[in-house]
C-alpha cells in the first residue's frame, strides 16, 4: 500500500510533541513515517461547515483539538464534493487518492475514475477546495476498480492505494 500523497510534501513533517519522554511513541498519528490519518466529516452543505468549524474549537472541544494539533504539526487537506457511489465512510477499506500533473486538462478522465465501482459499497470524491497539498480525487472502495487502472490513466496521472481502517464512526 502507499504512503499518503500529502505526506511526501516538504514542509509536512510533524514537530515531535514537547512533553513526549525519550523512548515514547510521540507519533501517535504515524505522520512521521509517512503514514497519517484521515478525517472525514460528511456535511450537507458549505453552511454546515462553518459549524463545524465554530464547534471544533469551542468550549469543551478546544483542549482536544489543540491537541490533535500539537502532536500532528503541519497538516493538508481539502474539502471533496461527491460525484458519483455512497458517501459511506465505513465498508471502503482502501482510499485511492488520483492525481493528475499540473497543467493537465481536467477533460473526462476523472469522471472515468469510477468505472467499475460498486456504487453500494464505494464512492468518488472530487476536490472541491483546496486547505493544502491534497490530491484531486478520492476514490473509497473496497478493492481497487478498473478506472484506477494504470493503464486506464493518462500521461502523467498517478494513483495511490493506501488501506484504512476506521478508527472512530
Excluded: K
Excluded at 509536512?12 to 478525517?39: C, H, I, K, M, V
Excluded at 500532528?72 to 481539502?78: E, K, L, R, W, Y
Excluded at 469510477?114 to 472541491?128: H, K, V
Amino acid at each position: 500500500m502507499g504512503e499518503l500523497p500529502w505526506t511526501r510534501s516538504p514542509g509536512l513533517a510533524r514537530e515531535p510533541a514537547e512533553d513526549s519522554p525519550p523512548g515514547t511513541d510521540s507519533d501517535p498519528l504515524g505522520a512521521e513515517d509517512g503514514a497519517g490519518y484521515e478525517d472525514w466529516y460528511l456535511l450537507d452543505d458549505y453552511a454546515a461547515l462553518g459549524v463545524l468549524n465554530v464547534a471544533a474549537v469551542a468550549h469543551g472541544h478546544r483542549t482536544a483539538h489543540d491537541e490533535v494539533a500539537r502532536r500532528f504539526g503541519a497538516g493538508a487537506g481539502g474539502l471533496y464534493g461527491l460525484l458519483e457511489g455512497h458517501a459511506s465512510l465505513d465498508e471502503a477499506q482502501l482510499a485511492i487518492w488520483v492525481a493528475r500533473p499540473p497543467g493537465a486538462e481536467r477533460g473526462e478522465l476523472g469522471e472515468l475514475l469510477g468505472d467499475g465501482m460498486d456504487p453500494a459499497r464505494s464512492s468518488l470524491w472530487r476536490r472541491q477546495l483546496v486547505l493544502g497539498p491534497a490530491p484531486e480525487y478520492c476514490l473509497l472502495a473496497p478493492e481497487p476498480p478498473a478506472g484506477v487502472a494504470p493503464t486506464r490513466l493518462g500521461e502523467g496521472w498517478s494513483a495511490t492505494i493506501c488501506g484504512r481502517e476506521v478508527l472512530v464512526r
